[in-house]
């Protein structure tokens, strides 16, 4: 049973830090893009950040581009979001993401949350102002 499982949400201030991660098993995902998207009560999950298999090609929403940076283990099947100068506007529930249900290499795929197949449980992340 394939499983991504998010950690590192919390409560932070305005100008804070935090770096969630995201541990998939059940298979390696070593091959396959990894993405973070976010989502508000009562809106449409948006993409945050992915990133290819190899690591050598990210894509950012624009609003987050500079503050930011997605990274990779694939030796350990994990994804990362570092995340710094956070803002109020940042606040929502952060999900990993992996795996494609098609080849594609087009930024539109990488930012489409219809792309992915498999998805974790989602991780909290607040920041106060």
């Known amino acids: 049973q394939v499983q991504l499982v998010e950690s590192g949400g919390g409560l932070v201030q305005s100008g804070g830090s935090l770096r969630l991660s995201c541990a998939a098993s059940?298979?390696?995902?070593?091959?396959?893009?990894m993405g973070w998207f976010r989502q508000l009560p009562g809106k449409e999950r948006e993409f945050v950040a992915a990133i290819s298999w190899s690591g050598n090609t990210m894509y950012y929403l624009e609003s987050v581009r500079g503050r930011f940076t997605i990274s990779r283990d694939n030796a350990n099947n994990t994804v990362f979001l570092q995340m710094n100068s956070l803002k109020p506007e940042d606040t929502a529930v952060y999900y990993c993401?992996?795996?494609?249900?098609?080849?594609?290499?087009?930024?539109?795929?990488?930012?489409?949350?219809?792309?992915?197949?498999?998805w974790g449980q989602g991780t909290q992340v607040t920041v106060s102002s």
């Open positions: 993401a992996a795996g494609a249900a098609n080849y594609c290499t087009i930024s539109a795929c990488y930012k489409s949350s219809r792309w992915y197949e498999y």
């Open positions: 059940g298979r390696t995902f070593s091959r396959d893009p």
